[in-house]
């Protein structure tokens, strides 16, 4: 069946610019969860959601970061003002228990 | 404070020659162990979950097993495509479902 996607694939953008991300989920997956992964590093937690609430979202680094999940499904991942230090690999997961399946990722460069 | 340390950071082996990487834990209760292979310029793989000690999972040439404090991903006969970044995740007990992650085990397979 068809996995997670995100897009889009790759985006560069201008510091100070607004981006927005987006993630597909595998259909019934009830959790989703959005990572940060930059060059060479972990992966880095940003938040999760339980249906179309998010009961974790510690991990978001600034009040720059927001996301919102509809209908328990597709997820955006929006962040405003991009520094050049937001550039990374933006990682989107979903699971139905605990296994989380991952999405390609989308690569943000910020100039 | 709950972590995941992989060890070695890196490893490089000859095709044919097996090996062992390591990912030690600290959680006050485990609900879950996950190994994820990662290749360049994609999103983690699922590979395998450990709820107790003791379990152990096989999948062609990858055999994971699991302590109270640690877990191993045994490589028996590696080959070149064995080649990717391993990573480790736990999940603690309780209601929260994020995965806490080690920085992972960079494996790369001669031929």
């Known amino acids: 069946g068809a996995g997670v996607s995100q897009s889009p694939s790759n985006k560069v953008t201008e510091k100070g610019k607004d981006v927005e991300l987006r993630c597909d989920p595998i259909s019934g997956h009830t959790a989703l969860y959005w990572y940060r992964q930059s060059l060479g590093q972990g992966l880095e937690f940003l938040i999760y959601f339980q249906g179309n609430s998010a009961p974790d979202k510690s991990g978001l680094p600034s009040d720059r970061f927001s996301a919102e999940r509809t209908g328990g499904s597709v997820s955006t991942l929006t962040i405003q003002r991009t520094q050049q230090e937001d550039s990374a690999v933006y990682l989107c997961?979903?699971?139905?228990?605990?296994?989380?399946?991952f999405g390609p990722g989308t690569r943000l460069t910020v100039t | 404070e709950d972590q995941v340390t992989q060890s070695p950071e890196a490893l490089r082996l000859q095709e044919g020659e097996s090996s062992s990487l390591n990912c030690s834990y600290t959680v006050s209760g485990l609900r879950g162990l996950f190994w994820y292979r990662q290749d360049p310029g994609k999103g983690p793989e699922f590979l395998f979950t450990?709820?107790?000690?003791?379990e152990e999972k096989e999948k062609e040439r990858l055999k994971a097993t699991l302590t109270k404090k640690e877990s191993f991903l045994h490589i028996t006969a590696p080959k070149p495509e064995d080649s990717a970044t391993y990573l480790c995740a736990v999940l603690e007990a309780g209601n929260n479902r994020k995965l806490i992650w080690g920085l992972g085990t960079s494996l790369a397979v001669n031929p």
């Open positions: 997961a979903s699971s139905e228990k605990y296994e989380q399946y």
């Open positions: 450990l709820y107790s000690a003791g």
